[in-house]
Structures are given as C-alpha cells and as structure tokens.
C-alpha cells in the first residue's frame, strides 16, 4: 500500500469568485489490486470546491475517463511519481 505525495498546482480563476486562488490537487492511491486517482480544484478565497475520484475497482462510465487527467483543467497528474 503507498500512498503518493500530493501534486498541487496552481488551477486559474475561480468560477465562484473570480479569484486566482485555485489550486488542482491529484492525489493516486495505487495497491495491487486497486488504483485510486483522485482530483480535486479548491479556492482558498470563497470555498469552492470540486472533486472527482477514479477507481479501477469500480466499473468506468462511458466513455472512459482518462483518471490521470484532470476532469477540469486537462493538466496531466505525475508530479507525483517522482
Ligand atoms: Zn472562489
Ligand atoms: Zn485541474
């Protein structure tokens, strides 16, 4: 069982808001028999929050998700497998 460190990135402006203050968090759980890719945006400033989880023990809508790009802002998750 392995837990990454989060990959955080800044995420552009805030559909709430307007603020810059959005951060695009992808966090990936991986064992042997399962892999969670996790995403969430947040805004610092007002709150707003979205997230979204990919499991591979869970059967995928159609079409398919791409779980290790973000849902919102297209950025590819990575970071962190370094
Ligand atoms: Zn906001
Ligand atoms: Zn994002």
Redesign the pocket.
């Known amino acids: 069982m392995t837990t990454m460190p989060r990959d955080v990135?800044p995420?552009g402006t805030c559909p709430k808001c307007g603020s810059m203050a959005v951060t695009?968090t992808?966090n990936r759980f991986e064992n042997p028999t399962k892999r969670i890719d996790s995403?969430e945006?947040r805004c610092a400033d007002c709150g707003y929050r979205e997230t979204q989880a990919f499991r591979s023990d869970e059967p995928p809508p159609d079409p398919p998700p791409v779980a290790d790009v973000?849902?919102?802002?297209?950025?590819r998750g990575g970071k962190v497998l370094s």
């Open positions: 990135q995420a695009c992808y995403w945006h973000c849902p919102w802002c297209g950025r």
